[in-house]
């Protein structure tokens, strides 16, 4: 038996022995998705349990070091990890900006202070992070951001205000880009700093969207004090860990357009429920071919996924495939949802009431419509493919 394959068998038995029973069952949407942090309330002692166990073993962040409150996995057995999770329907213990974002970032460019001070935390799921980027006036063209970080000494005051930032209600800390150099070029002059949200000076108000609700704020800081320890990276340097991280983020939510959204059902199911079966196939053939076309396009897209994770391993790999992933798997979950509401019929437009979850599906098709905006325009994304990828030439 090779190493890879007693691996394997090993993880089989310890998901099988520590996953409670509850975890394997399909999420019921956002209020079966653990965040973690400082005001997070677990939905039920077997969310509590799975976390810790995961937590503790470092399989929250299988492939980060071990020193830092990782699994120290290999990517060919992290890999493993989350096949044999798929095979018994294990839900992810831990959903984090700190996992999918800031983790990434600090290992590249934190000092180890910071690595030994914030990972563990990370991974344990104890601090809630969010993403301070854009800006009222600064979206795409984030460099024009006014967000102003005054050197105080030993002690920065950072004065301006965020939108869209996601969760910044729910945060404990914020990982955000200030300009400390006003007189450089835009892309320069910008650092990259963290800080807790608790901090005197720091408010939000929630956004609300046409889907009814919103994960969305503005944040406003007023006067704040940032201790010069939590600059990460080199002072007026921090559009280089912007772009590094924006990589990150593009990847988790190109990775969209590999679930189901906290959906139980396939696709085939909430049609069979609406439009019913000829002769043991789904009655509405045109639907039909949209479901068979839709699945056949998000195996391609795991796979596509799986060989840019190999090709990052060797370091061959051009950084804009994340725009890649970014555009498709965000235009595939709204292709996904757009099939949710014709396959459930009638019953999709439903906005409240226990039969829809609450207009589940309404409301998440309305939200879909936003993942072509955030983390970068799918029109952006389209221009970074031309030009860092195919190498179009410019108009």
């Known amino acids: 038996m090779s190493d890879l394959e007693a691996f394997r068998k090993e993880t089989r038995a310890w998901l099988e022995a520590n996953c409670p029973p509850e975890m394997r069952k399909p999420s019921r949407g956002e209020e079966d998705t653990c965040w973690g942090g ?164 720091v408010s939000t108000a929630p956004i609300t969207l046409i889907s009814g609700s919103s994960p969305f704020c503005q944040t406003f800081f007023e006067d704040v004090l940032v201790p010069k320890s939590n600059l990460v990276g080199s002072l007026n340097k921090g559009w280089d860990v912007a772009k590094f991280l924006l990589t990150h983020e593009r990847d988790m939510i190109g990775g969209m357009g590999t679930n189901s959204g906290g959906e139980s059902r396939s696709l085939g199911q909430i049609a069979t429920e609406s439009v019913g079966l000829d002769n043991g196939v789904l009655a509405d053939t045109n639907l039909r071919g949209q479901i068979a076309a839709l699945e056949i396009d998000a195996w391609a897209f795991r796979l596509t996924m799986d060989r840019v994770g190999d090709l990052v391993k060797t370091g061959k790999i051009n950084p804009a495939a994340s725009s890649l992933l970014k555009y498709y798997g965000t235009e595939l979950n709204k292709r996904r949802m757009e099939l949710v509401m014709a396959a459930g019929g009638f019953d999709a437009l439903e906005w409240d009431g226990e039969h829809s979850h609450e207009g589940r599906n309404a409301r998440a098709w309305l939200r879909s419509k936003a993942n072509s905006i955030e983390g970068g325009t799918s029109e952006v994304q389209l221009n970074i493919i031309a030009k860092r990828l195919l190498n179009l030439p410019g108009v």
């Open 38 to 201: 400082r005001k997070w309330k677990f939905q039920s002692d077997a969310q509590r349990l799975w976390m810790q166990r995961m937590g503790e073993r470092g399989w929250t962040v299988p492939e980060w070091p071990r020193e830092y409150g990782g699994g120290g996995l290999s990517r060919d057995e992290a890999k493993i990890l989350r096949e044999e999770m798929r095979k018994l329907g294990c839900r992810s213990p831990l959903d984090s900006f700190g996992i999918w974002m800031l983790g990434p970032a600090l290992l590249k460019y934190g000092h180890e202070e910071q690595k030994r001070e914030h990972l563990p935390k990370i991974a344990r799921g104890e601090i809630r992070w969010c993403q301070g980027y854009s800006e009222p006036g600064s979206g795409s063209d984030l460099a024009s951001l006014q967000t102003r970080a005054e050197d105080k000494g030993d002690h920065y005051i950072v004065n301006g205000s965020k939108i869209w930032t996601s969760y910044a209600d729910k945060a404990d800390w914020i990982f955000c880009l200030v300009r400390t150099d006003p007189k450089a070029p835009k892309h320069e002059g910008i650092s990259f700093v963290l800080f807790d949200m608790e901090s005197p000076g």
